[in-house]
């Protein structure tokens, strides 16, 4: 069983930054996935960033690529993602998320997700 935590969501002016930290426990890690979803009310949850464990190979979502990085850090077992230059349609709840797969292209959709966070706010105001 894997547990995963995010903190670090809040409240934002547009153009400002704001880091997330998502907290792994529950299993070593050697090759998996992890990534970062975020879901707007009335819209379906979204694929925004992905990272393997392994090699820290990195994917993103276009409209979150050149503002946002996704980063691990395997000693602390920790994932981080840092948001810059925020927008008001980057307000959502943020999920961190497991796949056990570690081979292959990064998968995008909350389907092949195995184990989720239980999510943080960001809001960003106009």
């Known amino acids: 069983q894997v547990q995963l935590v995010e903190s670090g969501g809040g409240l934002v002016q547009a153009g400002g930054s704001l880091r997330l930290t998502c907290a792994a426990s529950?299993?070593?890690?050697?090759?998996?996935?992890m990534l970062w979803f975020r879901q707007a009310p009335g819209k379906a949850r979204e694929f925004v960033a992905g990272i393997r464990w392994s090699e820290a190979s990195t994917h993103y979502a276009d409209s979150v690529k050149g503002r946002f990085t996704i980063s691990r850090d395997s000693a602390k077992n920790t994932v981080d993602l840092q948001m810059n230059s925020l927008k008001p349609e980057d307000t959502a709840v943020y999920y961190c998320?497991?796949?056990?797969?570690?081979?292959?292209?990064?998968?995008?959709?909350?389907?092949?997700?195995?184990?989720w966070g239980q999510g943080t706010q960001v809001t960003v105001s106009s």
């Open positions: 998320a497991f796949d056990t797969r570690g081979w292959g292209p990064i998968r995008t959709t909350p389907g092949t997700v195995d184990y």
């Open positions: 529950g299993r070593a890690f050697s090759t998996e996935t």
